[in-house]
């Protein structure tokens, strides 16, 4: 599954249907997030943008639709109908051709790792001690894999992977004053989305969105090629 294009089609068709320009929120970035770790297909996503839009405009309700979280029903729906119609399926493996490598230049890609080994650095500075030790492990992976990387598919599963050390890192070690502040103001922001949501992904969308949230209050850089 090709995740480089997945949130860019998305964004994309959701501008366009709303009809004006409109910035994604972080909410609406968190459901993406929670879509593409789920592995939740993309045609599915787009198709339940476009049904809501479809009959949004059926309807003629003057309220406009202003977050992409007004099109996450439907999208679980039609997720949910997706994943029944799989079952029973052949279970053939299909050689799938990577088009991950064909994308980045090995160029491209050393100096996205520079990159973000050098904003790392400076997280670091500012980072508290047990902070300090887990980006400098980080750091120290992303230095071997500057020289080693065989192929931008395989190496963006390393970067997830040091993605989810740096997560834990974060959850585990930021203080908790500034822990408690965060998960408030994300509370917050999701209050008027809760009674919509299934409970499973209301925890997704608010972990993400938290992460998120900790991330910038850290200086921390997202790892992937994907952010290239």
Known sequence: MNYFNYFSEIEETFIRRRGKNLFLSPLDWALIESWQEREVPLHIILRGIEKVFDNHEKSKKKRTIKSLAFCSEEIEAQYEEWLESQIGKNNEENSETSETDSMFANETIIEHLQ???????????????????????????????QNSFSDAETLETDLTHLEKILDDGLLELTEKETLEKLKAETTKELHNYQKTMESEVYQRTFDLLLLKKLRLDAGIPRLSLFYL
């Open 115 to 145: 990159n973000i080994s050098n904003q790392l650095k400076d997280s670091k500075e500012k980072a508290n001690k047990g902070l300090q030790q887990v980006l400098e492990r980080i750091l120290q992976r992303i230095k071997e894999l």
